[in-house]
């Protein structure tokens, strides 16, 4: 059973830093494409960054320059946020894309103050 399992979050005030990680088990394969969507309450869930196996990567325009996703080895992910808003509070959801199938973390809350 794959399972993909977040970390870091937290409240920060504006301005500061947060960093996620997420891993994946379960699965025998490496995601081709690992990466972050987040939800603000009543807002739909929206791509945060996103990198491939050939590290080519993909920011939503709001992150660009502040957010930096990595990928420490084949099955983990980062996502460095610096000059953080309070825009930015929402639930965050670690994605791994495994042989054509989807697969969510169950999220991690990020709430950052004025």
């Known amino acids: 059973q794959v399972q993909l399992e977040e970390s870091g979050g937290g409240l920060v005030q504006a301005g500061g830093s947060l960093r996620l990680s997420c891993v994946v088990s379960?699965?025998?394969?490496?995601?081709?494409?690992m990466g972050w969507y987040r939800q603000a309450p009543g807002n739909q869930r929206e791509l945060v960054a996103s990198m491939t196996i050939g590290g080519n990567t993909k920011y939503a325009d709001s992150v660009k320059g502040r957010f930096t996703i990595s990928r420490g080895n084949t099955k983990k992910t980062y996502l460095q946020m610096n000059s953080l808003k309070p825009e930015d509070t929402a639930v965050y959801y670690c994605n791994a894309g495994i042989l054509g199938l989807e697969y969510w973390g169950q999220g991690t809350q990020v709430t950052v103050s004025p």
């Open positions: 379960g699965s025998g394969f490496t995601p081709n494409t």
